[in-house]
């Protein structure tokens, strides 16, 4: 108890405590074990965005480029899969909040006249490759302590739709503490400090700390294929993409799809200082925006739709690589000072996220992979509008796709 005190006392952070007499001895001890494993340092994290070095535009395997060698590309990927040195890694540790729903994004049902769920529709996607390659490609699932209970037992519920359950492995993404505007943890419960999951960017750290890592690691699989949850026209394990990225002899590889306007709110492939980076739509100066071409086309153009292929063995040279930490401002719920819940439809406190995209700038290089944007992007992160419910089942049905 001495230890804790000292150390809450120490950071500033004693309110943890204040409900402390009110608990039982397991409850103590469960909050005790908590405040153990917290990381402190968040609170001493500069999250200004470090200034950023000489950005150029990227050169990127166009569609005719890489339809041109379609039949290599897509033989030295199927050959890959078949030899299992392929494995596919979702990152599913979002709640679909933004679409009105309260359970893990992957189980929403963007069906119209039947059921057809979003995590239906990416292990569909995975199948084909399955299918034509005659073999299993392992299935990673990143899941947070939010909702993995949930996710697994949807998908067990659904029979996994069809995929080999034996080659699906499940591990939790890490947390990190969320902060109040006042710089004070804040509290889930009076026996919990409130937490968060610490963004899509630690996937491999959190995998590296799990029982999935034995799988991957004595499985053989050289490659592997990081996608997110929400986007339905996801293709994974294309073995186009694969082959390309290994003919080319890069250590990674992004798949992009054109903007749409130069204005689009997406994260853009680019140089940095030589090496392969991104940066966000909020970084671009109006002259990067509009810059054209020798071609007429916008130089910076290539837009990420978070699907990328990393080798493992350069993952595994940059382990100790220190990602930047994101900070954004969330509305959460916690508790007040007098031990009542309160549930706040504004922004109140603060997150800590580390992002996939940052885990490509430490690479040597990577092959940028233009793909047709109607066939492959159609995300599903608002209830209406732009990239909503309603826009991503018109995508679907422009691919025949059944709703």
Request: with cysteine.
């Amino acid at each position: 108890m001495n230890e804790i005190t000292d150390k809450l006392a120490a950071e500033g952070q004693l309110h943890l405590l204040k409900f402390a007499d009110e608990l039982t001895e397991s409850e103590k001890e469960k909050l005790f074990a908590q405040i153990r494993e917290l990381d402190f340092s968040i609170l001493n994290y500069d999250c200004t965005e470090s200034a950023r070095g000489k950005i150029e535009p990227i050169p990127a395997l166009s569609i005719s480029e890489s339809e041109n060698k379609k039949d290599r590309y897509r033989e030295i990927g199927l050959n890959a899969v078949r030899e299992g040195k392929i494995g596919a890694l979702l990152l599913a540790g979002g709640q679909g909040s933004r679409l009105g729903f309260d359970k893990p994004k992957g189980m929403f049902n963007i069906g119209v006249k039947k059921e057809l769920y979003i995590f239906e529709c990416l292990i569909n996607n995975l199948l084909k490759v399955s299918n034509d390659a005659g073999a299993d490609i392992p299935l990673f699932i990143m899941t947070s302590i939010q909702n993995n209970e949930d996710t697994i037992d949807f998908l067990e519920k659904h029979d996994y739709f069809g995929y080999n359950k034996s080659s699906v492995h499940f591990f939790i993404q890490d947390q990190l503490p969320v902060v109040g505007t006042d710089g004070k943890f804040l509290l889930a419960a009076k026996d919990e400090v409130l937490t968060a999951p610490n963004g899509n960017g630690g996937w491999y750290a959190s995998l590296l700390r799990s029982e999935a890592y034995n799988h991957l690691k004595n499985s053989g699989i050289e490659w592997i294929n990081v996608f997110a949850v929400d986007n339905v026209l996801q293709q994974i394990a294309d073995p186009c993409f694969i082959g390309a990225v290994i003919d080319s002899g890069m250590s990674c590889g992004s798949k992009v799809v054109a903007k749409s306007a130069p204005e689009e709110l997406v994260g853009v492939m680019c140089l940095e200082d030589g090496r392969p980076s991104i940066i966000e739509y909020y970084e671009m100066s109006d002259e990067m925006l509009y810059q054209l071409d020798s071609n007429g086309n916008l130089a910076y153009k290539y837009g990420v739709i978070l699907n990328y292929l990393f080798n493992i063995s350069e993952l595994d040279k940059i382990v100790g690589f220190e990602l930047p930490l994101h900070r954004a401002f969330k509305a959460v719920s916690c508790l007040d000072d007098y031990g009542n819940v309160i549930n706040s439809d504004k922004p109140n406190a603060y997150k800590f996220e580390t992002l996939v995209l940052d885990m490509v700038k430490p690479q040597k290089n990577c092959l940028v992979y233009e793909v047709e944007r109607c066939r492959e992007f159609a995300p599903v992160k608002n209830k209406v509008g732009v990239d909503s419910v309603d826009s991503a089942r018109e995508l679907l049905k422009l691919n025949n796709i059944e709703l």
